[in-house]
């Protein structure tokens, strides 16, 4: 047996010693699976990893859709602020005087509308009565609408009746007695209007040609300045033709998602007036030129073109308007409804506008010819509804800065500053003169530069800028930002509402 035991101990052995160098020393198959297992455990814990540092990094252009829609869309949210228009415990309630305002309120729509307002508060200042004010007939846009066309004069009388009296017209017994005629000095004081008050011991009438910037826009007491928010932006009303039209549009409009108001003041008059003749042929600047200089209230005559867009005065095209937008980051997709009258060169200068962003809208596309039947002849009217949709929209952009993008813009910062981009005309000049020199492409670099470019000018919370730096005596009152169009912090406060 042991022979046997031995033999069988001695095959063992040798079969264990054959094994033994198999298990020390693996075959490449085996080691191949032993590195995959491995490099596999270290790629899923080093992105198990970096997964957690992304989702705490800022977005950026590889950000996911939904934060990119933020970026390009969402307002600030109010900020913390609160509208605050109520009146201090010092505001007396109106006397009931026997003396009277009458108003001419001059230029478009917006001219109009923060013109009557700095009269009901020239009304209270003096101590008078406002009678409902005669609107422009005789500017550019010839527009023959009565003050009740515009506006709900019962709301408006109504709305103000704790601050100011207002009458439809002048009692009939006065109707024939002289009137003083005013012209109220521009960007006048509450002194200045204490000073005028004499006028009284002669008059019982005091007619006021012109209601355009006929007060200050800084240091007025605080009743005052809060009493223009009152009267801008709850007594003054729309009609309810304009207000249902309005309504209706914003609602078709926001049924296909968010969307862009873009006040294209690239119109007729816009160009004539600042004299911005870019991109036009010799004929069609000749015609602006001659229009600028046969219209009397048309100071300006001789205008250098050139100067004037380098400057950042002239309104941007529509063309340049489409590569902003695009360099923005905002998508082809985009509705844009277009808040303007009637665009110089029509579809010939809209065409590149167009091939960037297909969904352009304007009234005429947007409502049916029978709803807007009755405001087609009525400039200031059709204004009212782009007025309203364009304070509604998600976006507002003006590409210049005139009486409705001012305007706009102050009502949308009273209303919890909703996004309003102001395009950098001088810097982005100079970006699309390299584009047309073949020195910048339409590419994420003039996008980085576009987006840094505006970073600041988007309609969050700030005091209005004083007057430019060098400016003396009352032309320094001419450059001070307009008070309609941002009436922080007398309208808009921290903390608790007022």
Request: proline share 5%; with cysteine; glycine share 6%.
């Amino acid at each position: 047996m042991r022979p046997s035991m031995a033999s069988t101990r001695a095959s063992s052995s040798s079969s264990f010693d054959l094994l033994r160098p198999r298990l020390l020393s693996p075959s490449p198959i085996s080691l191949y699976v032993l590195l995959l297992l491995a490099f596999s455990t270290a790629v899923f814990f080093f992105s198990h990893r970096q997964i957690g540092q992304v989702s705490h990094q800022p977005f950026f252009s590889e950000a996911p859709p939904k934060l990119l829609d933020e970026h390009l869309w969402d307002s600030s949210h109010g900020y913390g602020l609160h509208q605050c228009i109520k009146p201090t415990h010092r505001y007396e309630a109106p006397r009931d005087w026997n003396r009277y305002l009458t108003v001419r309120s001059n230029g478009g729509l917006n001219q109009m509308r923060t013109g009557i307002c700095d009269m009901v508060a020239v009304a209270r200042i003096m101590n008078a009565t406002l009678v409902i004010p005669e609107l422009d007939k005789r500017s550019f846009w010839q527009d023959s609408s009565a003050f009740s066309d515009i506006f709900d004069e019962k709301h408006f009388i109504k709305a103000l009746q704790g601050d100011v009296r207002i009458v439809r017209q002048l009692p009939k017994e006065l109707e024939s007695l002289p009137r003083a005629r005013k012209h109220f000095t521009s960007w006048a004081s509450m002194r200045y209007y204490e000073e005028v008050s004499h006028l009284w011991k002669e008059h019982k009438v005091i007619h006021v040609p012109k209601s355009d910037s006929r007060l200050a826009n800084n240091d007025l007491p605080i009743d005052i300045q809060r009493l223009r928010c009152r009267a801008l932006y709850h007594a003054l009303q729309f009609s309810a033709p304009i207000q249902d039209l309005g309504k209706k549009l914003v609602e078709r409009l926001k049924s296909h998602g968010r969307y862009i108001a873009l006040h294209l003041r690239y119109e007729k008059d816009m160009l004539s007036f600042t004299g911005c003749t870019y991109g036009l042929n010799d004929t069609e600047a000749e015609m602006l030129t001659a229009l600028r200089e046969s219209t009397k209230h048309w100071k300006l005559k001789k205008i250098n073109s050139t100067e004037q867009r380098m400057g950042g005065s002239c309104p941007l095209t529509p063309k340049e308007v489409g590569i902003f937008l695009q360099a923005l980051g905002y998508p082809p997709s985009t509705y844009i409804y277009i808040a303007a009258g009637e665009i110089f060169g029509g579809e010939s200068y809209l065409s590149d506008l167009r091939s960037r962003f297909s969904n352009l809208v304007f009234k005429e596309s947007l409502a049916t010819a029978e709803e807007l039947k009755k405001f087609s002849s009525h400039a200031s009217q059709a204004a009212a509804i782009d007025y309203i949709i364009s304070v509604e929209s998600d976006v507002f952009v003006p590409s210049y800065t005139g009486n409705m993008a001012r305007a706009v813009e102050g009502h949308r910062r009273y209303l919890g500053h909703r996004k309003t981009i102001n395009p950098d005309r001088k810097g982005l000049v100079e970006l699309f003169d390299k584009i047309e020199k073949g020195e910048l492409k339409e590419d994420s670099t003039l996008s980085s530069l576009v987006i840094r470019m505006h970073k600041s000018r988007q309609g969050a919370p700030r005091k209005r800028y004083g007057s430019l730096p060098g400016m003396k005596g009352r032309n320094r009152l001419r450059t001070e930002e307009s008070f309609y169009e941002n009436p922080f912090p007398e309208c808009i406060c921290h903390n608790q509402k007022h």
